[in-house]
């Protein structure tokens, strides 16, 4: 990182969630624990935009979710700095404390099917957050709802229109706006473009980072294709087993891997260039690499 | 059965697929043409609705109403039963009945699209063998064993009596993949068999889909979106678009210099080429 960096807009510390392994039956006792999130450590520079990549079960949608309070972190500090220059912990926040707070850190989805109100129109959908946070009713309500379709690039006649009646790119447009329309200052996408086809991807990947643009926003972004996270963000965080085993900067991390585990995830992927040879290998250098480190 | 050698394992001709629902007439399917020959990948490449799938379902005629192939022909020269036009089977006639799961044989998206959960892995894969082999049940399982062992399912007799919700989803597709495999198909189609998971595991099975292609000397038909795929694993490749094929030639030749616009398209929103933004 540069010497003159800002303060960190988020700074994450010993993030850690524990899942309990019960025991069938009636009694339910504890057998162990299974460690989703073990002791994850990092920061967010304003303006910045940190991929958090790994594979299913590493931990990277815990991890996501616990920053947010969407699921109780067992431990670890989440230092998060509001627009008005306080810092608030997070993860200690009340129920009471954190609904306020919660206008500035949104998250967008991964469905676009499941992730909206079949039952609610795109003008509610879109405006319930400002209706939650009694931010806006009414004529400036409507206003600010088409405002903000209109800056995510739906039309306005759109608004009294049921999400079953939109395409998946649509669907996650509609998602943007929703997370945009409190303005917060963080965005968390767990996986906002993986069910896309990838001529929409690529239009959605654009609308983020117009939207970064514009709005001055921080994103973090998980995600399990390494292509897209090569694309989009400054820096990548790779997971495993609920730990980050290296995070770098995007260019470092794709051309000079420093983790064993960093360079097996990478040649696994399948090149569209037929001169560049995938490894079919993976599966015995993974298990040579969990020998080694145990 | 011999074929002259240039003759194509599969001739795929002006297939028409359409929809008959109750808004119109939706022609999924439309004039598509192509040949597999014996031992080759071919990829065929396209976005979802392109109609890639409903053309691989024509070839085991597995279109469901409202659906219908509407005209062409689907010709499979087999080794072992000769020339087959699937497309003009009858739905009950025993060929139709060799051909599926015998003669050629799919693998889907979703593991549990071809497993039944009330049946251990084991039963399910004799029972593939049973219908297809003149074989004793006990030489069937002898069969499934080796087969599970071959495609990397480690302790292949315990797998053999779990049923498929113990198993990971890269275990559930090996499972698949073998009881595809086991009846030594000559042409083998797989319809999105990786996009479920994750990286190392798709590598893995890839891997697996190609060592036994190998091996058995089959055609592979593989549908996918994920041009990376298509790259590592077909020699030639079809592009789909709006149920018509665009663009095909050789994989090096189309990735490398694709032709038709809409190739191109598809290329350059890859992630992997687009320039970054900053």
Known sequence: ?294 | MNFPPEAPLLDVRNLRVSFFTPDGVVGAVQNVSFSIARGRTLALVGESGSGKSVTAYSLLRLVQPPGRIVDGRIVLRSQRAGEIDISHLDEKSGLLFRVRGGLVSMIFQEPMTALSPVHTIGSQIDEAILVHQDVSPAAARRLTLEMLHKVGIANAAQRYAQYPHELSGGMRQRAVIAMALVCRPELLIADEPTTALDVTIQAQILGLIKTLQREIGCSVLLITHDFGVVAQMADDVAVMRQGEIVERGSVRAVLKNPQHAYTRTLLDALPSRRARVM
Do not use: W
């Open chain 1, 1 to 294: 990182m540069k010497p003159d960096t800002p303060s960190p807009l988020l700074s994450v510390r010993g993030l850690t969630k524990h899942f309990p392994v019960l025991t069938p039956g009636f009694r339910r006792r504890q057998t162990g624990v299974i460690k989703a999130v073990d002791d994850v450590s990092f920061d967010l520079a304003p303006g910045e935009s940190l991929g958090l990549v790994g594979e299913s079960g590493c931990g990277k949608t815990t991890t996501a979710r616990c920053l947010l309070r969407a699921i109780e972190p067992t431990a670890g500090v989440t230092l998060f700095r509001l627009p008005d220059g306080r810092t608030v912990d997070l993860a200690r926040l009340s129920d009471r404390e954190l609904k306020p707070v919660r206008q500035h850190a949104q998250m967008v989805f991964q469905d676009p099917f499941s992730s909206l109100n079949p039952r609610m129109t795109v003008r509610d959908i879109v405006g319930e957050p400002l209706v939650i946070h009694r931010l806006a009713q009414g004529a400036d309500l409507d206003d600010r709802v088409s405002a903000m379709l209109a800056r995510v690039g739906l039309r306005p006649e759109h608004r009294s229109r049921y999400p079953h009646a939109f395409s998946g790119g649509q669907r996650q447009r509609i998602g943007i706006a929703r997370a945009l329309i409190m303005r917060p200052s963080l965005i968390v996408c767990d996986e906002a473009t993986s069910a896309l086809d990838v001529s929409v991807q690529a239009q959605v990947l654009d609308l983020l980072k117009e939207l970064q643009r514009d709005f001055g926003l921080t994103y973090l972004f998980v995600a399990h294709n390494l292509d897209v996270v090569r694309n989009f963000c400054d820096r990548v965080a790779v997971m495993r087993k609920g730990r980050i085993v290296e995070l770098a900067a995007t260019r470092d991390i794709f051309t000079a891997p420093q983790h064993p585990y960093t360079r097996i995830l990478l040649s696994a992927v399948p090149s569209p260039d037929p001169d560049v040879k995938m490894n079919f290998n993976v599966g015995e250098e993974l298990a040579k690499l969990d020998a080694l480190t145990g």
